[in-house]
């Protein structure tokens, strides 16, 4: 069982999303692979997806074994990890779907006669692309859900430590896109960068689009700042301000818990011709 610290949690959490940023990355480019290859990779994905579906599952217990589950946010935290459990076992499915098609498409080794190539229409390539691309859609939205239940926690500290209750917060408004990134910058996960004398554009741990129009709104409402002790060049982090550490707790309980993903088929009970 990990640490159960608030702190150690987060810091838990913030690691689970990168660690599904990765594999969401490798997903992606086990799709760029030839099809008549992509067996081998396909399996190292399954095996890192249900590690991390694993590791989602224990955070949870853990969460669930603190003071933090008695609040609304720990409450809301072990929903919103449940989910990200939830989206990785489904893309986990789905490359277990991608099987298969995967070994019907797999070539011998070079030294034996190498059978003639199918085309990329055949269904065994239909199967394998669809499967494959669900999986990295889901695998997407994994990390960004594991930000958000760390979000949740330090909310949690938030309260306990200073900040008034989220009633007594006169929160600005606040559009959805804005209260992502927000929550995404409370836990240190965007950056902002400005090379050659080019337009300043975003960089996130975790596979999410956030522009730059978006940031500049919140620094405009005095909720984050840019950390200047390094170069724009090198790339500042975006922190939260006074303003915003107070608002978050308000903020982060907006969040809406992820739906249910769509699940992957059940493996076909005949072999594919």
């Not at 090198?234 to 550490?245: A, F, P, R, S």
Request: with cysteine; glycine share 4%.
């Amino acid at each position: 069982m990990p640490d159960t610290r608030p702190e150690d949690l987060i810091r838990q959490l913030r690691s689970l999303a990168e660690d599904f940023a990765d594999v969401h990355h490798l997903t992606q480019r086990t799709s760029l692979l030839d099809d008549d290859t992509v067996l081998m990779p396909l399996i190292a994905r399954i095996r890192t997806t249900q590690s991390l579906t694993n590791k989602a599952i224990t955070l949870t217990l853990a969460i669930g074994d603190t003071s933090v589950a008695a609040t609304t946010c720990g409450r809301s935290a072990i929903e919103h990890l449940t989910g990200a459990a939830r989206w990785g076992n489904d893309a986990g499915g789905h490359l277990l779907a991608a099987i298969p098609a995967a070994s019907a498409l797999y070539r011998i080794p070079p030294t034996a006669p190498r059978p003639r190539r199918t085309t990329r229409t055949s269904v065994h390539h239909v199967a394998l692309r669809r499967h494959i691309s669900a999986a990295t859609n889901l695998l997407r939205t994994a990390p960004v859900i594991c930000l958000d239940a760390a979000a949740l926690i330090t909310a949690t500290l938030a309260t306990d430590r200073t900040v008034p209750a989220p009633g007594d917060v006169l929160l600005p408004r606040l559009t959805d896109p804005q209260r992502a990134a927000f929550r995404l910058i409370s836990q240190g996960a965007v950056r902002i960068r400005q090379c050659g004398g080019l337009p300043p554009f975003l960089v996130t741990s975790v596979p999410v689009p956030t522009i730059t129009a978006t940031v500049e709104a919140l620094e405009r409402k005095k909720l984050v700042t840019r950390d200047t002790s390094t170069s724009l060049d090198e790339g500042q982090k975006l922190v939260l301000t006074t303003v915003g550490q107070r608002a978050l707790p308000a903020i982060v309980l907006q969040t809406v818990a992820p739906g249910r993903a769509t699940p992957a088929p059940a493996l076909p009970r005949r072999r594919i011709r």
